[in-house]
């Protein structure tokens, strides 16, 4: 018998008021299944709610290093279940073993980060222009935050929300996605066995439309974060606008690597089919499309087949390299678009299958898929995939991959595999990217520097990670005393 799992409100494990839960499974062995959690509807995340609300003036009044405190003991508690961590995220959203413990290193990474943040909360002073004037920026937290979560990256994305957010002395509600809220649920009781005041963080799984759209409409919340696909970003936007929230949106994709005529080809290929393959392409900066020069073209696609071909692919929790989807409806999405890709005239060069073999029966599992000859106009060349397919398209100079590069709705990550310096600089500064790598995979973050993209992609008012992360959850204000 698996468990059933409750919501976190106002510092107690409840259940919600339907009385009805969903099941959560191992997408690599459908027969495993991971336990049941609340399927809760807009009284139970209207609760939440209320509980942050009332806890918040306690925690803004709380001096910035107690709340740091509390997220240390957080990361030591979080670092002590290291392995149980990598081991449940790994169960519950398929990832590979070592890149789900760099995703939980990542989280620990995440607290310690903003614990040492609390120090610098505040404002600064500036001179004024009178010197009977003291002129200061004064910092106060939102309010109420309301945190909205992808199953992707199911601890490090609400790693990156919540521990800003009560950095700055903000509460919070909070409601992780329902493929993988279990790894997120642990990282709540590692903030709950660190000592966080009742109300201050609260956790409620269940349906987007009831949970999500209540803490995206609730008059106690004052800011919303969401990260998830552009279309259910826009719909929240929607939402929290006409209520005059506080809004930052992380959604979608289409990210290009740039293969220019000057480029170290083992290095293009490693680069592309990294950020293509790794994390089962089910990152929001995963590789989709390779620009290629077309004096490369033929060679790159052929020695990109090869490297496909070494990938490994089988459950996570058995060392392999690459993992399954995470359900089956995001691998019949996949396997659509492969079927799309083919109808339109691309030419399939590996993969588009699902593998065969005693290991696989059980899973959502699909081949790395690398499909050439693709025009910038197809769908497969301008859609988010959200699994392993890499489009090559040829591009006859730096303009045209750069047009190539620039002509779809999404700019969240952009990469360019040259050793021109002239052509780096110009990526830099015309690529429509929040992230520009240079020589790089568009996947890989790090964590002290702003995140976020353009157009279609981002809100693009608010970056994530960082000092900028801070800024969304804060307000200043500009105090003159004479
Ligand atoms: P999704 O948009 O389906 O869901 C995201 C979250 O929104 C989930 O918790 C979901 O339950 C909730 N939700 C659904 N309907 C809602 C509604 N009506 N009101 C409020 N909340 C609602 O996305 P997903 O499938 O979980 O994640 C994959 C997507 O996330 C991809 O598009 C990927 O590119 C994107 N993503 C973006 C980033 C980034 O930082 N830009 C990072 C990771 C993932």
Redesign the pocket.
Same mark, same amino acid.
């Given at each position: 018998m698996a468990d059933e799992y409750a919501n976190y409100i106002d510092g107690e494990w409840v259940e919600s008021e339907t009385g009805e839960t969903f099941e959560n499974r191992n997408p690599a062995n459908s027969d495993d299944l991971i336990g049941y959690f609340q399927q809760s509807n807009s009284e139970d995340a209207a609760r939440a709610a209320a509980a942050a609300s009332a806890a918040e003036t306690e925690w803004a009044e709380t001096p910035g290093p107690e709340r740091g405190s509390i997220l240390s003991e957080t990361a030591r508690n979080l670092d002590d279940r290291k392995d149980e961590l990598t081991e449940t995220l790994v169960r519950e959203e398929g990832k590979a073993r070592g890149e789900a413990a760099g995703e939980v290193q990542r989280a620990i990474d995440i607290f310690s980060y903003y614990a040492e943040k609390t120090r610098d909360i505040g404002g600064v002073n500036k001179q004024s222009s009178s010197r009977h004037t003291n002129l200061q920026t004064v910092t106060e937290p939102v309010g109420v935050a309301g945190l909205?979560?992808?199953?992707?990256?199911p601890i490090a994305?609400p790693a990156w929300k919540i521990a800003p957010a009560l950095a700055a002395g903000n509460t919070a509600v909070f409601?992780?996605?329902?493929?993988a809220p279990n790894v997120s649920r642990k990282l709540v009781e590692c903030l709950d066995e660190a000592g966080l005041p009742a109300g201050v963080l609260n956790y409620v799984t269940?349906?987007?439309?009831e949970?999500?759209?209540t803490?995206?409409t609730h008059e106690a919340v004052d800011a919303v974060s969401?990260?998830?696909?552009? +279309?259910?970003?826009n719909?929240?936007y929607d !939402?929290a606008a006409e209520d005059q929230k506080r809004v930052q949106? $992380? !959604?979608?994709?289409k990210n290009p690597v740039v293969v220019s005529k000057s480029a170290d080809l083992d290095d293009a290929v490693e680069i592309a089919a990294n950020g293509a393959f790794g994390v089962t392409g +089910?990152?929001?900066?995963?590789t989709s499309r390779a620009i290629v020069h077309e004096e490369l073209y033929d060679e790159f696609v052929d020695r990109l087949v090869e490297r496909a071909a070494e990938i490994e692919i089988g459950p996570g929790l058995d060392g392999f390299d690459m993992g399954p989807q995470?359900t089956e409806s $995001?691998l019949e999405s996949t396997m659509e678009y492969i079927e799309l890709g083919r109808d339109e005239g691309a030419t399939l060069e590996t993969g588009g299958g699902q593998p065969e073999g005693d290991r696989f029966d059980d899973g959502f599992f699909v081949e790395p898929t690398v499909f050439s000859d693709v025009d910038p106009d197809m769908q497969i060349a301008q859609e $988010?995939i959200?699994g392993p397919v890499l489009a090559v398209i040829p591009a006859s100079d730096f303009d045209d991959a750069l047009e190539i590069a620039n002509g779809v709705q999404y700019g969240?990550s952009a990469s360019i595999v040259t050793n021109d310096l002239t052509e780096s600089n110009r990526f830099v500064s015309e690529i429509e990217a929040g992230v520009v790598k240079i020589n790089e995979k568009t996947t890989g973050l790090e964590l002290h520097v702003p995140?976020?993209?353009m157009k279609a992609?981002?809100s693009e008012t608010f970056r $994530?990670q960082g000092d900028a992360g801070l800024d969304f959850f804060t307000i200043s204000k500009t105090v003159y005393t004479n």
């Open positions: 909205i979560t992808p199953w992707n990256y994305i409601k992780p996605a329902s493929m269940g349906p987007g439309s949970v999500g759209s803490f995206a969401f990260t998830g696909s552009t +279309q259910v970003g719909h929240v !939402m949106l $992380e !959604m979608g994709g +089910q990152a929001c900066t995963a995470v $995001e $988010e959200f969240l995140f976020g993209g992609s981002s $994530e």
